[in-house]
T-cell receptor, first 112, second 115 residues
Framework: NAGVTQTPKFQVLKTGQSMTLQCAQD?????MSWYRQDPGMGLRLIHY???????DQGEVPNGYNVSRSTTEDFPLRLLSAAPSQTSVYFC???????????FGEGSRLTVL | DAKTTQPNSMESNEEEPVHLPCNHS???????IHWYRQLPSQGPEYVIH???SNVNNRMASLAIAEDRKSSTLILHRATLRDAAVYYC????????????????FGKGTKLSVKP
């Protein structure tokens, strides 16, 4: 079972570059989200989506864009990377029937 | 949102039981109590959740106080693989509009397991 798949696993960017973190899930979950985790910290919610065509902001949305054109995919875009966006990013999908949040393995991003 | 309080760290010996406490004194009647854990260099994974009654699954047991203001995650026999950060999280059943997946993660309890 694939579950939640994130790519790339590692990425190094220069300040001002843009990139997209990909996230796909094969469980037909309506809800998907993105978190970031900084060293020694808990996870903070960036953006979330409750279904195709619907997105909303989480706790720390600035500097990030999302879209949800299909149920399966929920990409996270960094428009102009900054060193403060150096972090580990986790994508998740939520099973409303069981109440369980499924996470990907994470994408480690370094912005120089 | 109701908050949870957990110890920063705990230690256990391998093959001994571990009791991880969580305080949630402002819990509402519609809050589920969830536990997740995060192994090193991995994403968090679901462990268990409950509302009022104690719950058991293959990974752990969840004991919920009668007044629901605290709960305890019980690992019956700790293994080295159980070394992780454990998060206690409240999920409000009344969060309609699909936002029930918006779980708030604190810093959790870092569990160390000694051989």
């Amino acid at each position: 079972n694939a579950g939640v798949t994130q790519t790339p696993k590692f990425q190094v960017l220069k300040t001002g570059q843009s990139m997209t973190l990909q996230c796909a899930q094969d469980m037909n979950h309506e809800y998907m989200s993105w978190y970031r985790q900084d060293p020694g910290m808990g996870l903070r919610l960036i953006h979330y989506s409750v279904g195709a065509g619907i997105t909303d902001q989480g706790e720390v949305p600035n500097g990030y864009n999302v879209s949800r054109s299909t149920t399966e995919d929920f990409p996270l875009r960094l428009l102009s990377a900054a060193p403060s966006q150096t972090s580990v990013y986790f994508c998740a999908s939520f099973d409303g029937n069981t109440g369980e949040l499924f996470f990907g393995e994470g994408s480690r991003l370094t912005v120089l | 949102d109701a908050k949870t309080t957990q110890p920063n760290s705990m230690e256990s010996n391998e093959e001994e039981p571990v009791h991880l406490p969580c305080n949630h004194s402002t819990i509402s009647g519609t809050d589920y109590i969830h536990w997740y854990r995060q192994l090193p260099s991995q994403g968090p994974e679901y462990v268990i959740h409950g509302l009022t009654s104690n719950v058991n699954n293959r990974m752990a047991s969840l004991a919920i106080a009668e007044d629901r203001k605290s709960s305890t995650l019980i690992l019956h026999r700790a293994t080295l693989r159980d070394a992780a950060v454990y998060y206690c999280i409240l999920r409000d059943l009344m969060n309609y509009g699909g936002s029930q997946g918006n779980l708030i993660f604190g810093k959790g309890t870092k569990l160390s397991v000694k051989p």
